[in-house]
């Protein structure tokens, strides 16, 4: 066997927190975190999505790890290997799961290149929503400008990816993941002098207990689990590049850490802007690449601003992206014996021509009146990686964990966490976070 072909393995356990994390770090985290706790009752919200981030969010977080580094194998090959039956099945709706999320994510970080691109040449600052607006819809709308930058978004990933578990995922993240925080940081103190940015400080963190509801509760611990990347195997190839004396309770609470560090300052950094401009807040391609670009035309240095901004979602979507690729690579190399280099470009072609160009083609190009279930293919593929494969995949992990390879599991966590804490642990992985995952899917696809 070829080394190309052989286990990776991370280099450091720094190397492995900041990759892990950058896989959840992503634009969901930029762009919805900040508006959804604002209009969810700001600081109640907040405490409500930290319990359930440290709570069902890491027992989630840990199963996947877990699984991924007992089997030293990739989310398909680990469920065949430990459990018995038709639990091989689970990993295959991983599989599926991050191949539909390349498919649309690509898309959304080519849309990232085109705007720093654009901030570079001036073309995307003013004040004018109107114009921004229609800026953002015709490019959007562009099939070559569209493809081109999908597909360079895609080569980026893969040329990642190919240099493999060290050299690349683990070398890029130690650069990007501090840079992204650097730069959240620089933009956070900006938002934060400007004037009356405190009104968007005290919508973020000030508690609305008229807000505090069961829907409430449930909604932010579907953003929790999703923000860890929970449900779609990315845990598990990460997991399976694991040593054995790498602690992974400790690993996986600062992963849970970074996560949240990121998106609080997602929140500091966009509300305060937009309240001291007067801007109606909103979630979404809307407030990254229609808002912020009007909030920077009127700020001093406003295009350095905007370049900052975009280049910390570039740094945030790669970070990801790479993480959404490598499980897919991983499963054609544990099941297959594929060279990490032909598997990689495989998939990246493939995911290309099959998902890809769909997507981006779904706003203009030809597939806009395409529609599935009344979605155009952008969005069906979001909704069904999103709303079923990955609540799938999470609960999934954790019944596996709790009811078959519990014993596995608990020698891990002996050598690092008291017997009373194995128990609450078992009794989250096992009962509650499967039920619950489960009606939060249930009314995310009754209310779609």
Known sequence: MTNSTTRGSWGSRIGFILAA????VGLGAIWKFPYVAGANGGGVFLLVYL???????????????MIGRTAKKSATSAYRALGKGYWHVAGWLSVLGVFLILGFYCVVGG????YIVQTIQGTVLTTDAKVLSDTFTHFIANPTSSLIYTALF???????VIAGVQAGIERICKILMPALFVLMMVMVWRSLTLPGAIEGVMYFITPDWSKLSIKMVLDALGLAVFSLSVGAGLMVAYGSYLSPETKVVNAGLWIAGLATMASVLAGL????AVFAFDVDPAAGPGLTFITMPALFAQMAGGQVLALIFFCLLLFAAVTSSISILEP?????????????KIATILVAIVN??????????????????????GKTPFDAMDFMASNVLMPLGGMFAATFVGWRVWPQIKTILAGEVPGAVQKVYWLLAAIVSP???AIVAVMTIKGS
Do not use: H, K, N
Request: with cysteine; hydrophobic share 65%; aromatic share 12%.
């Open 269 to 272: 950094m966009i509300l305060p």
């Open 111 to 114: 849309w990232t290149i085109a």
């Open 51 to 65: 319990a359930c981030v440290f709570s069902v969010g890491v027992v989630m977080l840990l199963a996947e790890m």
């Open 352 to 373: 290309y021509i099959v998902l890809g160009i769909p997507a981006a083609l779904s706003f203009g190009g030809g597939m806009e009146s395409f529609t599935i279930f």
């Open 154 to 160: 895609m080569i980026i990933t893969a040329v990642i």
């Open 435 to 437: 039920v619950l995952i």
């Open 328 to 340: 897919v690579v991983a499963f054609l190399i544990d099941e297959y014996g594929m060279d990490r």
């Open 21 to 24: 994390a950058g896989s959840a």
